[in-house]
């Protein structure tokens, strides 16, 4: 099964993932996507695994910033001879798409200067076509985080409004893959696939 949950910052979407992530398993995996570029990032970084490890449901953290389609793919074979064990596979929690995002764009934007801009941008689309097929081929209890960002003003530089636009996309993408899809405002999670509207129901 795989849920998706977003929402703007500080929306307590985390918080409502991970405690979704204790209802659903007895342990977890935890797929930090975020890089350490600054000090002020690190502190960030370190209270909330600190605070994720308070929350009494058991965590094994993985930094995986840009191979996160192989990671998955590694972890569904992992799951699956557990489960031929007779064990049950962790909950996988990704956390956050956007983030996984940033790091893709700013890889594709290095590539640039290096190859054709067609080039890169190939290169981008194949990062979320895998990482689409590896979401669709997950057969285990999956969430992933992701951020709400085109509600806000356009961005008034290039980069900015390429980001928003990948971003909006990439969220439709794994929501029509996901079986729920939750929306997190101020801290109040609402199931929006069991609101959605229906073209056959007119």
């Not at 191979?67 to 793919?73: N, S």
């Not at 049950?88 to 929690?93: A, S």
């Not at 190939?122 to 509600?151: F, H, K, R, S």
Request: proline content about 4%.
């Amino acid at each position: 099964m795989v849920m998706l949950v977003t929402g703007g910052a500080r929306s307590g979407k985390s918080s409502f993932a991970e405690k979704l992530a204790a209802r659903l398993g007895e342990q977890g995996i935890y797929i930090a996507t975020s890089r350490v570029w600054d000090e002020e990032m690190a502190e960030r970084i370190a209270l909330h695994r600190q605070n994720r490890d308070q929350g009494g449901f058991h965590w094994t953290t993985m930094e995986e910033p840009i191979e996160l389609p192989d990671r998955l793919r590694q972890l569904a074979k992992e799951a699956y001879e557990l489960e031929r064990m007779e064990g049950k596979p962790p909950v996988i929690l990704v956390d956050c798409l956007t983030l996984w995002l940033t790091n893709v764009l700013m890889e594709a934007e290095e590539r640039e200067k290096s190859e054709s801009a067609d080039k890169a941008r190939d290169w981008l689309n194949e990062q979320v076509n895998e990482l689409a097929a590896a979401v669709q081929e997950y057969n285990y209890p999956l969430i992933l985080v992701t951020n709400e960002v085109g509600d806000g003003i356009v961005p008034a530089y290039p980069l900015g409004r390429r980001f928003r636009d990948e971003a909006g996309r990439l969220n439709q993408r794994m929501a029509a893959l996901s079986d729920k899809v939750f929306l997190v405002t101020a801290g109040i999670p609402v199931e929006l696939k069991a609101l959605q509207f229906r073209w056959e129901s007119l």
